[in-house]
């Protein structure tokens, strides 16, 4: 059993990310940065799709993870990511992170120039610097944890994403974060159905969040989505927005499987 001394994995992987942007400042500068092509180009608004849309799916390319290892490290993440557009998905969710996602901000600047989607950099951000890089490499959105950062912190990363023209997904897991931690340079609040310290799965703590979450916010149902009854039953809660990963990376062709799971939530919407 851990100890409560025992480092949780999300501190861990903190830890070790900003080790990795300590060293990355050292070899690739914030101008650098800031003269990519990319910092040019006008972002796409996630939010704005997830309103609009009668399916909402966020599509994570993820090759492992944490709670399952390995998922699927064979994919050539642009197919991936052209199979996920033509599926009809909002957007796309790249895991960035490489140590325990096998992820990299390669195969964010990869989707980027493979898909016209909404791109959210999934990963463990507590500096600017990243905000940076993620423009940097064409995303259109960003996440910030509230259980990695303190209230203020998230604030001022919020209004730097937001001047550099990114939207920002705030993932909650109680309500005495999103009370702390919500302010009005988020766009949506994605609520993060996995323990991230047991790895267990409920889609009951998006259900008991979800009328905490004002309505000027998307609210984002996240993680252990594997069904479309599971997106029926959270959408008269107000979520307009669902995150899913796993279930359609392990199979070997998440966007023929994506393009199923969305087709067949059609059909319930009409
Ligand atoms: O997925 C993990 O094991 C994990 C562990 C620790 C921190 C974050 C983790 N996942 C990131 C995510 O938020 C999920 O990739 C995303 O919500 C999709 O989840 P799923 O559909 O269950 O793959």
Redesign the pocket.
Known sequence: MKSANTPS??SK?IYDKQVEVALKKQLISESELRAAAMFKRSGISLSARLRNSDTGIIA?H?RR????AVINQSLSLSEVAKGYEKAGACGM?V?TEGK?FGGSLEDLQLARASVNLPLLR?DFISDPYQLLEAKAHGADVILLIAAALSPGHTKELALQANDLGLEVLL?VHTAAELDSHLNDYCHMVGV?N?N?KT?E?SVETSKSLAEVIPDSFVKVS????SDEKTITALRPYGFRGF?????F?RTEDPGQTARQFINSLKQTAL
């Open positions: 994995i999300l992987i994570e993820k993870s944490p709670s399952k969710s895991l325990y999934k993932e993060n996995r991230l790895f799965v996240e993680s252990g989505i995150l899913v990963g796993e279930h990376m």
